[in-house]
């Protein structure tokens, strides 16, 4: 049976027909599907871009992974302008014969589809992998319609997952209570997150007093979600107590050069490093070298990089927001938009050897959970039910 997969993820097609993704979205990702489904037709927005050099870890086309191209879009002006032409391809796609249908929400294009499902009484599943109530919560971004974006994406999201078959949570909670499937329907959580036994530290990380600490985070800067203006302002507080740190920064987008400026506006462009988009080898790399991984989100589902440090034995803090409290001790979260209560979370961890190696350890820990064997088989319950019951 195939898949059709319905994502927000924007792609570039190259002129030998090559589609291409992110460390995110690419051919890793998709095998995970085939292990149940002999085919995927990924729905999505694709650019052709014909002189595009892409990186072969990023490939997200091949033999058995093909795409239904939505015309490419950035911003909502620029969706209402190819807002018909959006809906033709969807029209054209919605009713396709021996598949599976699996959205990845929110998003705009997994409600439209959802909503030609719900016309014809197909059954489909939801992948539910971030809140809208939280991403356009005050504070979070800076728009004139921020508001409206907030209510408009939380009913949305909620009347698309009430209305699956089958629901599957990148939280153990969170998404839940908010966005409760309906009394029938197939449910089941698995963070995006693989993790394998050989990427998980042999060791705890120990404490090791330093005259300058290394801190770690790790996002895209496209939008300010990751909060990296929170913890560039932390690292400028924690100068004026005594406590002196260098923050790396993976990940890239349009604001990391208003960021970079910020650095330069507080004093402290030579203690802040961005590093841009690396692969998978480099972030294990970065994370272990570092001291302390920060996520200063303003909304989150379940990250995959709190993880990925926690693997690595480091101590981490993060915000009050998503799923991060399902990851992370009550005694290492802060508000978000605080980088006065930030800075000094990280000044009581990077001061207290005791409770550095207690969480350094326990984050070894609960990484056991996220064991790519243990997630494998909550995917494979949410695939086979949907398969056994798709509309034919």
């Known amino acids: 049976m195939k898949l059709v997969f319905v994502t927000e993820a924007r792609f570039i097609k190259d002129k030998e027909g090559r589609v291409y993704g992110n460390s995110s979205f690419n051919l890793n990702l998709w095998n995970r599907y085939l292990e149940a489904f002999t085919e995927i037709r990924i729905m999505a927005r694709v650019a052709f871009e014909p002189d595009y050099q892409g990186n072969k870890d990023d490939l997200a ?26 809906n033709q391809v969807i029209d054209s796609n919605v009713n396709e014969p021996d598949s599976v249908y699996i959205c990845r929400i929110p998003g705009n294009i997994g409600s439209l589809v959802i909503q030609r499902m719900r016309k014809t009484g197909r059954s489909f599943g939801v992948e539910v992998v971030g809140d809208p109530w939280d991403v356009f919560a005050p504070g979070s971004i800076k728009h004139p319609l921020r508001a409206f974006f907030r209510i408009k994406g939380y009913l949305s999201l909620k009347k698309s997952v009430a209305a699956a078959q089958a629901v599957l949570y990148v939280t153990k909670e969170a998404l839940q209570k908010r966005y409760p499937a309906k009394g029938d329907a197939f449910t089941t959580y698995a963070s995006d997150v693989k993790i394998s036994k050989n990427i998980i530290a042999s060791s ?21 979600y990751k909060g990296p203006d929170i913890l560039i302002n932390a690292v400028k507080i924690l100068n004026s107590h005594g406590l002196v740190c260098h923050l790396t920064w993976l990940g890239d987008g349009k604001f990391m050069q208003s ?10 462009q030579n203690q802040i490093f961005f590093k841009g988009n690396v692969n998978s080898e480099e972030v294990r790399e970065n994370l272990k070298n ?6 200063a989100s303003k909304t989150e589902g379940l990250p995959r990089a709190i993880i990925e440090a926690m693997a690595m034995g480091l101590p981490c803090i993060g915000t009050n927001v998503g799923g991060i409290p399902e990851l992370l001790e009550q005694d290492v979260l802060v508000e978000k938009n605080n980088a006065e209560k930030l800075a000094l979370k990280i000044l009581s961890v990077l001061k207290d050897e005791s409770f550095y190696n207690k969480q350094s350890k326990r984050n070894l820990q609960e990484t056991q959970q996220y064991l790519q064997e243990s997630l494998d088989r909550k995917r494979l319950g949410f695939y086979e039910y949907l398969k056994n019951n798709a509309t034919k």
């Open 290 to 295: 570092s001291d302390l991984f920060v996520l």
């Open 204 to 224: 705890e990380k120990k404490y090791d007093k330093k005259e300058i600490y290394n801190i770690i985070s790790i996002g895209s800067l496209d939008q300010m």
């Open 61 to 86: 086309s091949s033999g058995q992974v093909s795409f239904i191209e939505l015309p490419h879009y950035i911003g909502p002006l620029d969706y209402l302008k190819k807002y018909k032409k959006i």
């Open 259 to 268: 960021m970079k400026d910020l650095a330069v506006n507080l004093n402290v």
